[in-house]
């Protein structure tokens, strides 16, 4: 949809809501640095246009001034959000009002107090049946819907991304010692990244917000639990008052919203409504009259002052006589520090008293934390035999007493020790693991041998001097090396030779190319198996083994001889003025050569006339070679 098209008549009617909040510093902190936002403007178009504002703020905690820095946050994305023109889609306006809130956030750390203040962000905006859910850091967005629980977040936090890339287990993450460090906050930098969701939402839906000290120590499972049997105003005290009897180890908030449709109520329902009132209060009237047709429960405990409930209902602290319609009931009675006393089944008679006497509540264990740290990082821990993780973990809801504690890596030493355990005692060890000694093996080596010619060349191994050739059986470790052979004179020899354990590597006679004088070029022979144990003559001259190189100039004649028969086989002029010849290597393979067709010079005492004509004896006898060359 384009921006500049957006009407009203687009969006339907904003769902109606009910909505309960509260925020606590818990036990441990002296300061609270959440913070919360709810605003539900009263103009109809605003609020068809805007929608309903839900908000959390948690003020970093390593940093000064959190509370100020989530306070700040909140103001500044309800000014902006609802100051924002009617035609910007919300995903966009959403946006805006966060980055705005983010500058403002990052420029009061750094330019007004010199200190960097930051804090957490969770929004949720209701526009007709549509809610957007917008997080930066570690506070949370939940959605129950059916008996279910969902997650809309993802945290931006250290340990979500261990646990997303793998490395971790949730479990292993809410023990984990960085389980603090958030990733992504408003004011740590000045561009921020924000996650956006879009849910399209039911009635009876419910959307919870809040801030992470409440999911540090309570599971969704029982954050479900406690939603589903409680009123919104019921259910955010008891999520408080179970984060607070867990330890209370950060500030809690929580904003609660109901999500219904409203009756659409005729006269005709009013009416009626109005009638069934009017016989319920002539009945109530009348019933003082009649006999007494319901029964009486009558509950005491041990501690007294437990709040009881029957079929989900409190109706009050014991001691306590209740009076009830006769039928089967639940009962649950319940006192803070104690386990929850349950009695399924109690069955109410008529105009009959059921005495349950005094019911001794038991008392929740009291548990004590460990939290174990290792040099280096990564051991595993046993707890009593028992596997629990990698180092560093932290164990909780240990019963007081004495364990056994076994460290393991691979490498170290193992480290075994015995603790005892206090009530409610937090203990944390540091351990130095030790090195197992290991004796290495004595080393291994392998030998160069290396000659050259002309000798006299210097030889570099890796670029160390070694000495000049010949070199014999020249102490190596294991593994690649280059060799260098350099002589004045000549070109330099590189090469790149792998030595193995107690064996020695052997390169022979290296024959090295003499540097090209000035003004001369470079003859390169390379012909073949075939003529291995030929020879050269240049310009009528004798000059050297088939295999090499000459260095040369002007016009030159060149003639291939055989050394076992003495003829001359193939003539070829080169002008050595050839700029191919000049700037580059020419190199003389065999089919640089032409046979010729009408005879062949031979010097031999079976034949005493220097030429004789080509013949297929001749052909057989001695032009074998040639005429492989001629194919």
Known sequence: MDQKNIKLKEFKKTLPTKYSYKTDKGKVRELNEDCYLIYEPKDPKKLKLYGKLYGVADGVGGYSRGDEASKLALEVIKEVYY?????IKPEQRIKISIEKANEAVYKEGFFQNESKIATTVCLAILIGDKLYIANVGDSRAY?????????????????????RAGLITKEEAKKSKYRNI??????????VKIDIFVIKVKNRDKILLTTDGLVRVVDDDEILKIIKNYNINEAVEHLIKLANNRGGPDNITTVLVNIGKKDIITPILIFLLLLVIALLLTFSLYKEKLPFISGLLKIDSDPQGAEVLINNEKKGITPISISLKEGSYEVVVKKDSYEDFEKKDVHIEKNKTLDLG???????????????????TNAKLYINGEEKGLTPYTVDKLKPGEYEIKITKSGYEDYKDKITLKDNENKTMKIQLSKISVTPPPPSYGFLSVDSDPSGANVYVDNKNIGKTPIKSYQLEPGSHTIKLSLDGYNDYISNVTISSNSTKNLGKIK?????????????????ETFKDWKIIVSKTYYSDVEGYLDVEG???????????NY?????????????IKDKPFIYKSEEFNIKE??????????KENKCKYSEYIKKQYCKPWMNLRL
Not at 512 to 528: E, M, N, T, W
């Open 555 to 565: 016009h030159l004649e060149i003639d291939l001889v055989s050394g076992n028969y």
């Open 512 to 528: 090295l190319i003499k540097l090209l004088a000035k003004g001369y070029g470079r003859v390169i022979f390379d012909l073949g």
């Open 182 to 191: 958030i990733t992504r906050g408003l004011g740590l930098d000045n561009e």
């Open 598 to 607: 009408d005879y062949i010079t031979i010097i031999d005492n079976e034949f």
């Open 143 to 163: 959605i129950v819907r059916k008996n279910k629980i969902k997650q809309i977040t993802v945290d931006h936090s250290l340990v979500e991304e261990q646990v």
């Open 83 to 87: 100051s924002l023109p009617e035609n």
């Open 358 to 376: 005094v019911i001794k509540l038991t008392p929740l264990p009291s548990y004590a934390t460990l939290e174990v740290e290792t040099t280096p």
């Open 568 to 580: 001359f086989l193939y003539t070829k002029d080169i002008n050595i003025k050839d700029s191919n």
